[in-house]
């Protein structure tokens, strides 16, 4: 309890110092320490606040290595602000400071980005912006991109590759529509030699089969397809009352491939499943997703129903009408109903909330009884069914973070967590200066190095005591002329040296102790890599922050 007393008393000590500066410092110094007064005569402050924060503070044309929210004593004068952030306009003001006086300054950042909204004719095509992927497929919106101009290039297979130029402006959408033309289209160009090309036979029983290649239709069997690009195809054979025959196929270049089939003659099925979206295997090969219609062979069939987080479920069935539907129920798999979770924070003992949330997927209800919600302290233990979880962690003097997380197998999770206001080692000395051991608690947020502070006044008081016993009896001393005072006054003289040392070793060796403690920002972030690709120059920038 007393260790909380002690950091709450730090905290306060340095939000006024922060408030009042340098003379609650010459105040509250010189009744330890008996040190001068440090003039402050022509010194104000300048506050600068920005909306989004994190900007860098250049002043004068010299960075500050601090960004917003950035506070700092000025000495009288007209200084030129200036603030840089990445995706926003620079900001550039001149101030003046005036002693005794804080300039404060609100600056909202114009943002230097803007929205694309990108469809195309046919959709599904992969989007490639300014070179680099964007893993986006058409119809799509992609923020966040910086104003100027910029190339966006579509491309689909069997589709020429579209490409357009756009102008971004900032703070505005930017809507572009691009039609892309097939490759085997009349106003396609082939620029490849035929030796990249190789033809494709087909003969199917019976005949006037549909022949479909990676989902496109190209007529009916028996058929001759030439000029396809070399590589690997997906061939599906479909006609009514057989079932689909698909097989993969190897084009190579200058060749022709044969492809043999005779389809099964056989009735078509509905196959449903509760829950839906279960997938089907036919024949060792996928039939569909639940709800799914197929045709299966005359008789006796086995298919195999599956779906994630549920036990695999295999019937037979007899087809023997034209139309039949089938019903099937998939049990839950109980390896899900309780997963154990390990959740460890650093620093420990924060609080922790997780809270179940709707999945769009329907998944396995265990239990009717489950709460859905479950808290405790880092490091936590807790077995929890399977489901998406929104998880809060809250720790006073920290960021509090909250995230959404998956839960479908046994997992640990380990956060770290940033304090809200990173402790400084200036101010630690400080805090040193008044209670020995107080700096290093601070630094090293409520350990038990404040009791430094007992022994050092306790020293400190005893010096006092003696000091007050020898005057006391050597003013007696020089009334009446006894060697038995003039011994207690050389015993209190050698106890307060002792004392008065001895507090000084205290004092001294919490400070050097705290001067080679480093900060907390600097024990976290020693050093700062960071990388940034620069659309302007098209590149890639490293940046690297040492903090010494």
Excluded at 112 to 125: H, K, L, R, W
Excluded at 161 to 172: P, R, S, T
């Amino acid at each position: 309890m007393f260790s909380i007393i002690v950091e709450s008393l730090s905290i306060h000590l340095l939000d006024q110092v922060n408030k009042y500066g340098k003379c609650f410092i010459m105040f509250i110094v010189p009744l330890f320490m008996s040190t001068s007064r440090v003039s402050s005569q022509n010194t104000g402050f300048i506050l600068v606040r920005s909306k989004p924060s994190g900007a860098e503070v250049i002043i004068n044309g010299k960075s500050t290595f601090k960004k917003t929210t950035f506070q700092m004593p000025m000495e009288e004068g007209t200084y030129e602000i200036e603030l840089k952030l990445d995706m926003f306009h620079q900001y550039k003001e001149n101030i003046t400071v005036q002693k005794g006086q804080t300039v404060t300054k609100d600056i909202v950042l114009k943002p230097e980005f803007g929205t694309i909204t990108i469809n195309s004719e046919p959709a599904d095509a992969d989007i490639i912006l300014d070179g680099l992927a964007t893993n986006k497929k058409t119809p799509a919106t992609i923020t966040n991109v910086a104003s100027g101009m910029h190339t966006i290039i579509l491309i689909k297979d069997m589709y020429t590759a579209g490409k357009q130029e756009l102008i971004v402006n900032d703070e505005q959408i930017t809507e572009k529509f691009v039609k892309l033309l097939p490759e085997d289209g009349s106003l396609s160009i082939k620029s490849k030699p035929e030796t990249d090309f190789g033809s494709l036979s087909i003969m199917v029983d019976p005949p006037e089969t549909a022949i479909y290649i990676n989902g496109k239709y190209f007529g009916l069997s028996p058929k001759v397809i030439d000029s396809l690009a070399l590589g690997n195809y997906n061939l599906s054979l479909k006609k009514d009352g057989y079932a689909i025959e698909t097989k993969p196929v190897l084009i190579i270049a200058g060749k022709s491939t044969s492809v043999t089939a005779s389809l099964q003659k056989g009735k078509l099925i509905k196959i449903t499943s509760s829950p839906d979206g279960a997938e089907i295997i036919y024949n060792d090969k996928p039939a569909g997703i639940t709800p799914a219609e197929f045709i299966v062979k005359d008789g006796t069939n086995n298919i195999i129903i599956r779906k994630k987080y549920y036990v695999q479920k295999v019937v037979t069935i007899y087809a023997e009408k034209d139309y039949q539907a089938f019903k099937f129920s998939l049990d839950a798999d109980t390896k899900y109903e309780k997963l154990g979770i390990h959740i460890e924070t650093n620093p420990s003992q924060a609080d922790i909330q997780l809270n179940k949330i709707n999945n769009p997927e329907p998944l396995p209800s265990f239990s009717a009884e489950n709460p859905g919600s479950y808290s405790g302290k880092s490091p936590l233990n807790i077995d929890i069914p399977i489901g998406e979880y929104n998880v809060k962690i809250e720790k006073k003097q920290y960021k509090p973070i909250e995230r959404d997380v998956f839960i479908d197998k046994e997992q640990n999770f380990k956060f770290n967590l940033e304090p809200i206001r990173y402790r400084t080692r200036g101010n630690a000395i400080l805090l040193s200066i008044l209670w020995p051991g107080a700096g290093q608690s601070y630094l090293k947020r409520g350990s038990a190095h404040y009791l430094m502070g007992f022994a050092g006044y306790g020293l400190l008081t005893g010096a006092i005591i003696e000091s007050v016993n020898f005057n006391k009896n050597y003013k007696s001393y020089l009334n009446v002329n006894s060697s038995e005072l003039i011994n207690k006054c050389k015993t209190e003289l050698n106890m307060y040296y002792t004392f008065l040392i001895s507090a000084g070793v205290v004092w001294t060796t919490n400070l050097i102790w705290t001067l080679f403690t480093p900060s907390e920002e600097k024990k976290y972030q020693k050093l700062t890599l960071n990388l940034n690709y620069n659309k302007v120059v098209g590149m890639t920038e490293m940046g690297m922050k040492i903090n010494f």
